[in-house]
């Protein structure tokens, strides 16, 4: 079974900069997240969503950070402009339905500097 | 705020040994709780769960205790081999009041180093 795919795994930009994470879950799982790892910390939640609907984001920094999942399966988190705290792994993780195993892809690191 | 906590951030182990590895939580409305193992450049992955309703739950060489009176959760690991050696945390879920869908919290971490 194909897991947790992301793109790129590493990235860096220059703060005030763009940048944009792919991910592509595991095929028939509804539920898909993405969480920011802070290095030295654990995965924080930024976002949930349940099909292509979103179902919590109230950890997103909304005024930088988007997140979409138009046909309920690849995901796109954007970031817009970067900041030098943005710099972290963003793992992307999917699950079959929200109280199910959570299967977590490798992850993109993101250096902003 | 309410959060998951672990006591000990670095646990160094001799190879065979058993390791136990603790957490606290705080929220009382947490119904799930999961540890995750995460090697270095890789995602957490998941290790054993256990749910409220219980009070151990046993793996291969992994055991998980809970204890809802004082809020703590432990992972032990028996027979404990170099390819452990990994950062381990722990999770809550917690109910979001009303809603369907939980909220995985993670705690910080535990780096466990095994050495032969």
């Known amino acids: 079974e194909a897991g947790v795919a992301q793109s790129p795994r590493y990235k860096i930009i220059e703060k005030r900069q763009s940048v944009a994470f792919w991910c592509n879950p595991i095929?028939?799982?509804?539920?898909l997240y993405w969480y920011q790892q802070i290095l030295g910390q654990g995965p924080k939640l930024l976002i949930q969503?349940?099909?292509?609907?979103?179902?919590?984001d109230s950890q997103l920094p909304k005024d930088r950070f988007s997140a979409e999942r138009l046909k309920g399966v690849d995901s796109t988190l954007k970031i817009q402009p970067a900041k030098l705290e943005d710099s972290a792994v963003y793992l992307c993780?999917?699950?079959?339905?929200?109280?199910?195993?959570?299967?977590f892809g490798p992850g993109t690191r993101l250096t902003v500097l | 705020g309410e959060s998951v906590g672990l006591h000990l951030p670095t646990l160094s182990v001799q190879e065979g040994d058993n390791s136990i590895i603790n957490c606290a939580y705080s929220?009382?409305?947490?119904?799930?709780f999961i540890w995750y193992k995460q090697e270095s450049g890789k995602g957490p992955q998941f290790i054993i769960d256990?749910?409220?309703?219980?009070d151990k739950r046993q793996g291969q060489r992994v055991t998980v205790l809970l204890n809802k009176t004082v809020k703590h959760l432990s992972l032990q690991i028996a027979a404990t081999q170099p390819g452990d050696s990994a950062v381990y945390f722990c999770?809550?879920?917690?109910?979001?009041?009303?809603?369907?869908?939980?909220?995985?919290?993670f705690g910080q971490g535990t780096i466990l180093t095994v050495h032969p």
């Open positions: 993780a999917s699950s079959f339905g929200a109280y199910n195993e959570q299967f």
């Open positions: 095929s028939g799982h509804a539920t």
């Open positions: 969503f349940q099909n292509n609907g979103v179902v919590d």
């Open positions: 929220n009382s409305a947490s119904d799930y």
């Open positions: 256990i749910r409220s309703n219980m």
């Open positions: 999770a809550e879920n917690i109910h979001a009041g009303g809603t369907s869908y939980g909220k995985l919290t």
